[in-house]
């Protein structure tokens, strides 16, 4: 179980709130076609347990290159989250672009527009990944649209 302690900030339509908390994360490579092998890419599955303020589970496909000598790195990933937040359920799709230079991490993740299903249609937002001593945390900023379901 979690011990994040639950900060999530009631939002209504247009307001924005914060979500924390963690999730186990599993990657598992998948087939190339043939451009992707030869520019030495990778592709992943992505399957997510999340916990915390955003209690759901994510499926994705991740495609990925790596320096390894360097310590460099870039991502570009969509997934589909499904679950509950402010006790309000349903899905989302983020969608990733992350680099990693020279060890140095940037990223985007955000909430496709439009992507919000039942309770979650007009959800917008940005989701941030860290990782401290194995363990993943996330932070996601987000706004109810109008057209969210009030809880």
Same mark, same amino acid.
């Given at each position: 179980?979690?011990?994040?302690?639950?900060t999530n900030?009631?939002?209504?339509?247009?307001?924005?709130? =914060?979500?924390?908390?963690?999730?186990?994360?599993?990657?598992?490579?998948?087939?190339?076609?043939?451009?992707?092998?030869?520019?030495?890419?990778?592709?992943?599955? =992505?399957?997510?347990?999340? !916990?915390? $303020? &955003?209690?759901?589970?994510?499926?994705?496909?991740?495609?990925?290159?790596?320096? $390894?000598? &360097?310590? !460099?790195?870039?991502?570009?990933?969509?997934?589909?989250?499904?679950?509950? &937040?402010?006790?309000?359920?349903?899905?989302? @799709?983020?969608?990733?672009?992350?680099?990693?230079?020279?060890?140095?991490?940037?990223?985007s993740i955000?909430? @496709?527009?439009?992507?919000?299903?039942? +309770?979650?249609?007009? *959800? !917008?937002?940005?989701?941030? *990944?860290? *990782? @401290?001593?194995?363990?993943?945390?996330?932070?996601?900023?987000?706004?109810?649209?109008?057209?969210?379901?009030? +809880?």
């Amino acid at each position: 179980m979690n011990s994040t302690p639950n900060t999530n900030t009631p939002a209504s339509a247009g307001a924005t709130a =914060i979500a924390k908390g963690t999730f186990d994360l599993t990657l598992q490579p998948q087939a190339l076609s043939e451009p992707g092998t030869t520019a030495g890419l990778r592709r992943l599955s =992505i399957d997510k347990a999340l !916990s915390g $303020d &955003l209690v759901g589970v994510s499926q994705g496909e991740m495609l990925a290159y790596r320096v $390894d000598a &360097l310590g !460099s790195a870039g991502y570009v990933a969509m997934e589909k989250l499904q679950g509950t &937040l402010q006790g309000r359920t349903g899905s989302l @799709v983020f969608q990733h672009s992350a680099t990693m230079d020279r060890g140095v991490p940037t990223q985007s993740i955000t909430v @496709v527009p439009d992507s919000g299903t039942q +309770a979650w249609e007009g *959800i !917008s937002g940005r989701f941030s *990944i860290s *990782i @401290v001593q194995g363990q993943h945390f996330y932070e996601f900023s987000y706004q109810w649209g109008t057209d969210s379901q009030v +809880a």
